[in-house]
């Protein structure tokens, strides 16, 4: 009778407690990779219970209901909160764990150990908590995990606005030939006291029948870069510019109304270009002028011309003859009496000035001035942030507006203030 009763009493806890865990039937795997077998089944000679399949055991070993599994804390199934996989805590190296933690707040994400850290192990990781906290404080004797706080300097660093350049020129909609033409450069030159940003930049717009105008505006360009990369940015590569800079810039200018002039009479034409010319050293602006191919500064009041046209009404406007809004329908508008090449000398403007807090410097050929207001000009720069993208909309409104001449545009981004 005895055995019939602890026959039921057997069952019915069977059936309560459910299925055995599956560490218990399989086997639990040692530390040292071996297979422990599971327990072997008792000598008892108790029959299987029919409704579970399990064999009997003695009644004080069964697993319960309110027995706890041996399950490891790493292969809980119940996600943790703040959105970090299980298999994140199990990462060989703090990078591994890094990696899978969530997004700081500003979206960046945390950058891997600091250069000379040794890697966390995963059995040095405290076991998570229910909601783990990430910033919280390091367990005595363990470690705690690594935040963006801990990331390099660097990568708290905002780049300033740095020195850019985009040029562009278009043939506009009425000529048939391009006779503009454009440079831009920008490169560093070495000083024993740091290195200094430079940027040479020029625009070039020519006259004369039978393409003499195409012809003078590329030699004009060509003429004035090579003499300025000979004088002052080959010599700086070795410490031995010494040459001041107003009579490099005047005599680069006056070297190219030497070589258009040459070539005009050897084949009997009238060439000749106008030329503006920017040399930029670090945060000094060095400008020489022959024509009516403009230079303006964007500053926080304003767009700022700063040269001079050498044509009629640019001096009836210098002597307050004529106001400069009637200047855009004047008849004598494109009438110059200074030109590069068209005479064997040539008188050049230079201009030195500080940039400030300008935040661009834009050359333009009369074709883009000359169709477009200064207060357009000075909202396409304040409101677009690449030069490349503020000259293709320059461009794009002088051919709105007519597009009765070549259009060229020189745009350059000047650095902040220090």
Known sequence: MSFISKLFRKTDSAERSGDQPAEAAAGVERQDGTAEEPPAAPTSSAATSPASGLAETDADTAPSSDTP????????????????????????????????????????????????????????????????????????????????????????????????????????????????????????????????????????????????????????????????????????????????????????????????????????????????????????????????????????????????DHSTVGRLIQVGQLDPAEARDHPLRSQLYRTVGQQPEVMVDFTYQQIGDASHLLLASDGLWGMVDDGILSDVLEHTIWPHDACNELIARANLAGGEDNISAIVVLLPNQL
């Open 69 to 308: 599994t041996d399950d490891a804390w790493w292969e809980e199934s119940t996600p943790l909160q703040g959105g970090i996989a299980p298999a994140a805590w199990e990462a060989d190296s703090a990078e591994q764990l890094i990696n899978s933690a969530p997004l700081p707040a500003n979206g960046t994400q945390p950058l891997a150990v600091k250069s000379g850290t040794q890697p966390l192990q995963a059995d040095a990781i405290a076991p998570p908590t229910d909601q783990p906290d990430l910033v919280g404080d390091s367990e005595e004797g363990g470690t705690r995990p690594l935040t963006s706080a801990d990331a390099p300097m660097l990568a708290t660093l905002r780049s300033q606005r740095g020195l850019a350049v985009a040029a562009l020129r278009d043939i506009g909609r009425v000529r048939s030939v391009n006779q503009d033409s454009i440079f831009a450069m920008t490169t560093t030159l070495p000083r024993e006291s740091g290195d200094v940003s430079m940027g040479l930049f020029i625009v070039a717009d020519g006259m004369g029948g039978h393409h003499g105008g195409e012809i003078a505006s590329r030699l004009a360009i060509s003429t004035v870069a090579h003499y300025v990369l000979a004088e002052l940015v080959v010599p700086a590569l070795t410490d031995g510019a010494t040459e001041a800079l107003q009579p490099l810039i005047i005599a680069a200018v006056q070297e190219a109304n030497r070589a258009i002039w040459e070539h005009a009479q050897t084949v009997g034409s009238d060439m000749g270009t106008t030329c503006t010319v920017a040399l930029l050293l670090g945060r000094a602006l060095y400008l020489g002028h022959v024509g009516d191919s403009r230079a303006y500064l964007a500053t926080p009041t304003g767009l700022k011309l700063i040269t001079n």
